[in-house]
C-alpha cells in the first residue's frame, strides 16, 4: 500500500493517561492537550481521587493547567467496593469511568481491592452496571512477574460472566491470554499502549538496562507483542488506544527503586503512524484505534481536532520539565506538521 506523506488523525483520544497533579501537571499537561481531543484520567493521585468533590477539583486543575488548548478530560475515580448506587448516581455525570486496582500492584494503588471476591464487589459493580459507568481495571495478580497478566484473566473472566451487562476495559494488556479472552466476552474491552506495540523485554532489560521503558505491566515477549500489533493494526472493534503515558520525575526512573511508567504523550501518535505505516496497515484503522473504537465503546463525542502528520524525520526532546520521554534524542519518521482546531 502507497502512503500518503501527510495523515490527517481526527480528533484523537487517550483512553488511559497519568496527568498527575501539582507541578508536574502544569509540567506535561499540555503535551497530551496539544495533539489530543480528549484522555481518560487516571485517578492514581496521592490521596487516590475517591469523591465527587475530588474529582470535580481535580478536573478543575486540568482544565487550568492546559489553558486554551482544546481538549476534555474524562474523569475517573478509584473504585472502591464501598460505592454504593446513591453516590454512584450522584456522581455518574463526572465521570467518564471508574478505575479498579488491585491492592499494591502499580504506582499509589495502595488502596485497591484484594481477593476479588464477587460478593463483596457485588453492589458497587451491580450499580455500574445499572447506571452503565464502565469498569477500567489494571489486570495483574502478584505472582511472578512476566505472569501476573496471564493469571489476571480468568478474574476477568468470572466479572465479566457476573456482570454480563457491565463494559470491564482490560487496561493496557501486554499478553496474547489478554487478547484472545476479549473474544469469549461480549463485554470485555481493551486498551493497548504505544509502547507495549513497540518493545518487548528485551528492549527493558535484554541489554543495558533502560528504566524509561520500565513500566507495570513489563513488557513481554515477541508473540505477545504480535498479538497486541495484529489486534491495533486490523482495528480490532473492541480494542482502543491508551497511552497510559506514567510520567516520573528523570531522578525516580534513573535511580535504585526505578518509578514504573512510559511518559510517551507527545511522541504517541507520531510513533502510531510510523507503526501503521512501517506494517501498511490501513489509516482508517488507524482512525478507528486512535478514536472510532473509543467513542463507540463509551459513547462519548469530543471536541473538534485535526493532527495532520507528516513523513518528516523528528528527534525526540531530551525532556519536557525533567521528564524523559520514550526515545529520548532518538529520530522517528514522523512529525506533527499542524493541528487544526474545529
Ligand atoms: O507503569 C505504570 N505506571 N503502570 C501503572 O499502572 C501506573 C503508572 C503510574 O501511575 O506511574
Ligand atoms: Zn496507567
Same mark, same amino acid.
Given at each position: 500500500?502507497?502512503?500518503? +506523506?501527510?495523515?490527517?488523525?481526527? *480528533?484523537?483520544?487517550?483512553?488511559?493517561?497519568?496527568?498527575?497533579?501539582?507541578?508536574?501537571?502544569?509540567?506535561?499537561?499540555?503535551?497530551?492537550?496539544?495533539?489530543?481531543?480528549?484522555?481518560?484520567?487516571?485517578? *492514581?493521585?496521592?490521596?487516590? /481521587?475517591?469523591?465527587?468533590?475530588?474529582?470535580?477539583?481535580?478536573?478543575? !486543575?486540568? /482544565?487550568?493547567?492546559?489553558?486554551? @488548548?482544546?481538549?476534555?478530560?474524562?474523569?475517573?475515580?478509584?473504585?472502591?467496593?464501598?460505592?454504593?448506587?446513591?453516590?454512584?448516581?450522584? /456522581?455518574?455525570?463526572?465521570?467518564?469511568?471508574?478505575?479498579?486496582?488491585?491492592?499494591?500492584?502499580?504506582? %499509589?494503588?495502595?488502596?485497591?481491592?484484594?481477593?476479588?471476591?464477587?460478593?463483596?464487589?457485588?453492589?458497587?459493580?451491580?450499580?455500574?452496571? @445499572?447506571?452503565?459507568?464502565?469498569?477500567?481495571?489494571?489486570?495483574?495478580? %502478584?505472582?511472578?512477574?512476566? +505472569? !501476573?497478566?496471564? @493469571?489476571?484473566?480468568?478474574?476477568?473472566?468470572?466479572? $465479566?460472566?457476573?456482570?454480563?451487562?457491565?463494559?470491564?476495559?482490560?487496561?493496557?494488556?501486554?499478553?496474547?491470554?489478554?487478547?484472545?479472552?476479549?473474544?469469549?466476552?461480549? %463485554?470485555?474491552?481493551?486498551?493497548?499502549?504505544?509502547?507495549?506495540?513497540?518493545?518487548?523485554?528485551?528492549?527493558?532489560?535484554?541489554?543495558?538496562? *533502560?528504566?524509561?521503558?520500565?513500566?507495570?505491566?513489563? &513488557?513481554?515477549?515477541?508473540? +505477545?507483542?504480535? $498479538?497486541?500489533?495484529?489486534? &491495533?493494526?486490523?482495528?480490532?472493534?473492541?480494542?482502543?488506544?491508551?497511552?497510559?503515558?506514567?510520567?516520573?520525575? !528523570?531522578? $525516580?526512573?534513573?535511580?535504585?527503586?526505578?518509578?514504573?511508567?512510559?511518559?510517551? =504523550?507527545?511522541? =504517541?501518535?507520531?510513533?502510531? =503512524?510510523?507503526?501503521?505505516?512501517?506494517?501498511?496497515?490501513?489509516?482508517?484503522?488507524?482512525?478507528?484505534?486512535?478514536?472510532?473504537?473509543?467513542?463507540?465503546?463509551?459513547?462519548?463525542?469530543?471536541?473538534?481536532? *485535526?493532527?495532520?502528520? @507528516?513523513?518528516?524525520?523528528?528527534? /525526540?526532546?531530551?525532556?519536557?520539565?525533567?521528564?524523559?520521554?520514550?526515545?529520548?534524542?532518538?529520530?522517528?519518521?514522523?512529525?506533527?506538521?499542524?493541528?487544526?482546531?474545529?
Amino acid at each position: 500500500m502507497l502512503y500518503p +506523506d501527510t495523515i490527517t488523525l481526527t *480528533n484523537p483520544l487517550d483512553m488511559h493517561l497519568h496527568l498527575r497533579d501539582g507541578e508536574m501537571l502544569h509540567h506535561i499537561a499540555r503535551e497530551s492537550a496539544k495533539s489530543f481531543s480528549g484522555a481518560i484520567i487516571m485517578p *492514581n493521585l496521592v490521596p487516590p /481521587v475517591t469523591s465527587k468533590e475530588e474529582v470535580q477539583a481535580y478536573r478543575k !486543575r486540568i /482544565v487550568e493547567a492546559i489553558g486554551d @488548548e482544546t481538549f476534555t478530560p474524562y474523569m475517573t475515580l478509584f473504585f472502591k467496593p464501598t460505592y454504593d448506587k446513591t453516590f454512584l448516581e450522584s /456522581v455518574k455525570n463526572d465521570i467518564a469511568a471508574i478505575k479498579l486496582y488491585p491492592a499494591g500492584i502499580t504506582t %499509589n494503588s495502595e488502596g485497591g481491592v484484594s481477593g476479588f471476591d464477587i460478593e463483596e464487589l457485588r453492589p458497587a459493580l451491580e450499580a455500574m452496571e @445499572e447506571l452503565d459507568i464502565p469498569l477500567c481495571i489494571h489486570g495483574e495478580t %502478584n505472582g511472578f512477574v512476566m +505472569d !501476573r497478566e496471564a @493469571e489476571f484473566v480468568p478474574i476477568y473472566e468470572k466479572l $465479566a460472566a457476573a456482570f454480563p451487562k457491565l463494559k470491564i476495559i482490560m487496561e493496557h494488556i501486554t499478553t496474547k491470554e489478554s487478547v484472545a479472552a476479549l473474544e469469549r466476552f461480549e %463485554n470485555l474491552y481493551a486498551t493497548i499502549t504505544v509502547h507495549h506495540l513497540y518493545i518487548t523485554l528485551d528492549d527493558v532489560a535484554g541489554g543495558m538496562l *533502560n528504566p524509561h521503558l520500565f513500566c507495570k505491566p513489563i &513488557a513481554k515477549r515477541p508473540e +505477545d507483542r504480535e $498479538a497486541l500489533l495484529k489486534a &491495533a493494526l486490523e482495528a480490532h472493534p473492541k480494542v482502543m488506544f491508551g497511552s497510559d503515558s506514567a510520567p516520573h520525575p !528523570r531522578h $525516580a526512573k534513573e535511580s535504585c527503586g526505578c518509578a514504573a511508567g512510559v511518559f510517551t =504523550a507527545p511522541v =504517541a501518535l507520531q510513533l502510531l =503512524a510510523q507503526l501503521f505505516e512501517h506494517h501498511g496497515a490501513p489509516l482508517e484503522h488507524l482512525q478507528q484505534f486512535v478514536s472510532g473504537t473509543a467513542q463507540k465503546i463509551y459513547g462519548i463525542t469530543p471536541p473538534s481536532k *485535526n493532527v495532520i502528520l @507528516e513523513k518528516k524525520p523528528y528527534t /525526540v526532546k531530551e525532556t519536557y520539565g525533567g521528564v524523559v520521554p520514550m526515545y529520548a534524542g532518538e529520530t522517528i519518521d514522523f512529525s506533527i506538521r499542524e493541528i487544526q482546531h474545529g
